[in-house]
């Protein structure tokens, strides 16, 4: 995944400036990192009413900035905080439909470039709803973009600022406690959430987050996501497995994932060297994500020790 700073889309169809720009006007691009100059800067569209939020993670942010009264809706993927589970639900963020979307009224939907269908959102779009699309690149500035769309689409600038300026000293001191381990542990994620299990490779939100936590891939010899081999897993040779909590009740438990023969073939085998966490929460790149990454580093090391 590139890891420069994009920008987030717009009724238009290309992404708005002004949504990252309105957020860096009163704070500067040095605070965000975000490779923008200030001279940029344009008008901020109005701050949403009613809002629809399409990803776990941008919900999160909702809430944090105290913006949730202007909820409408949200996906299926926005399960925390415990609150956000008892919002109207659009369906799952890549199946969507536009009769759903636009029973709530929106005047704004917010969400991430996974959204879809693509005609779905352009129907929600010709029937003059503000579509705002935030890309993934799977790094710290991914969390930065969230920040700054969401509280310049909520109207909550100053409250995203601080938000913002709490998390980076967050991120700040994981990394360092990252940064000081003097062992790289090698590790796997398994997708395992229904039909064959596949492992992530590069260009991944898993790859990321391993690299993040301190650890190495396992697998770097393709992009993305492909089934695995008995053969591919003797020779990748991690010695921790990553899973998320769904793919592990999706397989029947811990005890049936341990029972795959070929994980037999596996360092992480023989200390049942397993992490598992929320999907959303362990892969979003939201608020949550200096957490996740001290967690899963200090999980490994422990497993690995």
């Not at 009264?69 to 639900?89: C, I, M």
């Not at 590790?187 to 936590?213: C, E, K, N, Q, W």
């Not at 793919?247 to 085998?269: D, K, S, Y």
């Amino acid at each position: 995944m590139k890891h420069e700073m994009k920008t987030a889309s717009s009724a238009a169809g290309s992404l708005p400036r002004r949504a990252v720009l309105g957020a860096m006007g009163a704070w500067g691009a040095s605070a965000w990192a975000f490779p923008i100059a200030a001279s940029a800067q344009t008008t901020p569209a109005r701050a949403a009413q009613r809002l629809v939020v399409l990803g776990g993670a941008l919900t999160e942010v909702v809430y944090l900035l105290g913006a949730q009264a202007q909820l409408v809706g949200t996906d299926t993927t926005s399960l925390f905080p415990e609150a956000a589970q008892r919002t109207p639900k659009v369906g799952y963020m890549r199946q969507l439909s536009a009769e759903g979307l636009l029973s709530l009224r929106p005047d704004c939907l917010l969400g991430t470039e996974e959204a879809g269908p693509r005609v779905v959102l352009d129907q929600v779009r010709s029937a003059g709803v503000r579509i705002e699309l935030v890309p993934a690149s799977h790094n710290w500035a991914e969390v930065q973009r969230k920040v700054a769309v969401v509280g310049q689409v909520v109207g909550r600038e100053s409250a995203a600022q601080a938000l913002f300026v709490r998390l980076d000293a967050e991120w700040a001191r994981v990394q360092q406690q990252v940064a000081a381990a003097p062992r790289k542990p090698r590790a796997l994620f398994i997708l395992s959430h229904g039909g064959s299990p596949m492992v992530a490779g590069t260009g991944t939100a898993a790859d990321a987050l391993i690299r993040y936590a301190g650890g190495v891939n396992a697998v770097t010899g393709f992009a993305g996501y492909r089934p695995w081999t008995a053969e591919a897993l003797a020779e990748a040779a991690p010695d921790v497995l990553l899973n998320t909590t769904q793919g592990i009740e999706a397989v029947g438990g811990e005890e049936a994932f341990w029972q795959r023969p070929e994980l037999a073939l596996t360092p992480a085998f023989a200390r049942k060297a397993l992490v598992a966490m929320e999907a959303n929460h362990l892969l979003g790149f939201g608020p949550r994500l200096p957490g996740v990454v001290q967690a899963l580093h200090t999980r490994m090391r422990s497993l690995v020790a």
